[in-house]
């Protein structure tokens, strides 16, 4: 049980010490509040779907969108915006989404390939960001219509189960996942030469 939480203790001093020092001072915001609550979502929104809930899986996925969309606002309009809460919002996303694919691909609905790229694509985001060099994000603009496309995509399908057609259009969704998935691929491709050609020569 001690090694657990030291190995728990390190893990989150490293997710500390990628953001800013003197943002890490101040990060319990009301909008971070927000985005952790979307966070502890995730593994519900997962269980609900694996599990064939689809009334409980409707209710966390409209939980977590709304949250997405009002934490946002409420930093700006609280004054509480960060790299640090840019970096939760982003990692609590990746989270959020992942969880959802993940759950489907368990379902044998679509490739579990996609909350992969998913995952593989926020990681290399952050790398690429030098978060830890208290350096700003960098967003790409197809990486955030790939966000986007994450997340109308899960809840299409999360919807379809919740009015009571499950299975529904199963050709459709495994190829709008592949289809998802050489997005995110595309889109990782064009980050990499993006830094590529920033390096000095």
Request: aromatic fraction near 12%; glycine fraction near 10%.
């Amino acid at each position: 049980m001690r090694e657990s939480w030291k190995g728990a203790r390190a893990f989150w001093g490293s997710f500390v010490f990628m953001a800013p020092k003197q943002a890490s001072r101040n990060w319990l915001t009301f909008a971070n509040v927000l985005t952790l609550s979307r966070l502890a979502a995730a593994p519900f929104l997962f269980i609900a779907i694996w599990g064939g809930s689809s009334g409980l899986a409707l209710f966390f996925f409209v939980f977590g969108a709304v949250s997405d969309l009002v934490d946002g606002a409420v930093a700006r309009r609280r004054g509480e915006v960060s790299r640090l809460g840019g970096l939760l919002d982003h990692a609590t996303d990746a989270t959020f989404v992942s969880a959802g694919l993940l759950a489907l691909a368990l379902r044998s609905e679509i490739t579990v390939w996609l909350p992969i790229g998913v995952a593989a694509a926020f990681i290399q985001y952050v790398l690429d960001s030098r978060i830890h060099e208290n350096r700003a994000l960098r967003a790409s603009q197809l990486g955030r219509w790939n966000g986007i496309a994450y997340f109308v995509f899960l809840g299409l399908v999360v919807v379809r189960d919740g009015m009571g057609f499950p299975g529904t259009g199963t050709l459709a969704v495994a190829a709008g996942a592949w289809f998802l998935l050489a997005l995110t691929l595309v889109s990782m491709l064009d980050r990499a030469l993006a830094t590529a050609r920033a390096r000095p020569s």
